[in-house]
């Protein structure tokens, strides 16, 4: 390696499969906080009736964190991985941003 060059694990060769793992799990434990604390706060009728939307944005957000870390967790191509999501328009949107990375040069993806 030439002097000042960077090396990049996941432009070299993808991302190890136990850190995908490992970030997998601590999505997972911090979807459960998420969803414990949006629990705690619907539990409470005037807590729910001012901020039913934002709890409901919350409860999309752990959905969300949930199948990102299946995602991460699948050995499956990109494609079947991202095919396997059911959340509504979770899959088109990685999709689109996969697509969008792999037009880019691995230069500029930094």
Not at 57 to 68: E, G, H, K, N
């Amino acid at each position: 390696m030439a002097r000042g060059e960077e090396t990049n694990p996941v432009h070299s060769g993808g991302i190890e499969p136990a850190l995908a793992f490992a970030l997998a799990d601590g999505m997972v434990e911090l979807t459960r906080m998420l969803s414990d604390l949006a629990f705690d706060l619907a539990s409470d009728p005037a807590t729910l009736r001012r901020h039913m939307h934002g709890l409901q944005a919350v409860d999309r957000i752990t959905q969300a964190q949930l199948a990102m870390a299946e995602v991460l967790r699948s050995a499956d191509s990109s494609e079947a991985r991202l095919a396997a999501i059911t959340l509504d328009g979770l899959a088109q949107d990685l999709a689109t941003k996969l697509h969008g990375y792999r037009n880019v040069p691995v230069s500029d993806q930094n």
